[in-house]
């Protein structure tokens, strides 16, 4: 994961980290459903909890039906908008780029909640960007995390095996991240994740009154 020079740019040139608001960086291992978490509590939430915005990520990959719904960028483009500060952070792994647009610095500026799924080895950068923020990690067993990924139909089951594998032996601790096992329903999950966003919220609110 190479994160991006921009972020450390704009880092020396303004006031940071920024507060008020609360970023909630969800992580976790392909498969582990963070996508499907993130949806249930996106579609359970009322106008109580207007305070709270799901961010949609930029990324170098055609969206193919089978994984989240996000903006396309080719890569030149997207080296384009990431060199004229497009992009609050930016981050590279498994060959892909991905971005957060710049707007996610004004949700949290102006006491929201932005929630955003990120790669864990950028959640480090997010803490520096932003006062508050909560780390969330959304995995499962591996036995779950093989099936889901093979039926993706993008690798056989014998690569899925080997990539996470290699995930697990290169897996990155987060402090003080919460876990959520989304091995089992998604209801279950989806609740867990729900009430944190409540809580961020709240947190938000008094952050924002001090």
């Known amino acids: 994961m190479r994160s991006s020079a921009t972020l450390e740019r704009v880092i020396d040139e303004q006031d940071f980290p920024i507060r008020h608001g609360v970023f909630v960086a969800v ?8 996508d499907s978490v993130m949806d249930y509590a996106r579609q359970r939430l009322g ?25 396309c960028l080719t890569r030149a483009s997207f080296d384009e908008a990431e060199s004229r500060g497009a992009f609050a952070v930016s981050w590279e792994a498994n060959g892909l780029k991905y971005g957060l647009p710049a707007s996610v ?5 102006e006491g929201h909640v932005a ?17 508050n923020v909560i780390a969330v990690i959304v995995t499962a067993s591996r036995e779950v995390l093989a099936e889901r990924l093979s039926s993706r139909g993008r690798e056989t089951r014998e ?16 402090d003080d991240a919460t876990i959520i096992d989304n091995s089992g329903t998604l209801e279950e999950a ?21």
């Open 47 to 71: 106008p109580q909890d207007s305070d709270v915005t799901f961010v949609r990520r930029v990324i170098t990959r055609e969206m193919d039906g089978a994984g989240e719904v996000h903006d």
């Open 105 to 109: 610095d004004e949700i949290v500026r």
């Open 159 to 174: 690569e899925v095996l080997a990539r996470l594998e290699r995930a697990h032996a290169k897996e990155l601790a987060v």
């Open 27 to 34: 992580a976790g291992p392909s498969g582990a459903g963070k």
């Open 190 to 210: 989806g609740e867990k994740f729900q009430d944190i966003l409540r809580r961020a919220a709240a947190w938000s609110a008094v952050s924002d009154s001090v």
């Open 115 to 131: 929630v955003a799924n990120v790669s864990r080895a950028v959640i480090p950068l997010l803490r520096e960007r932003y006062g």
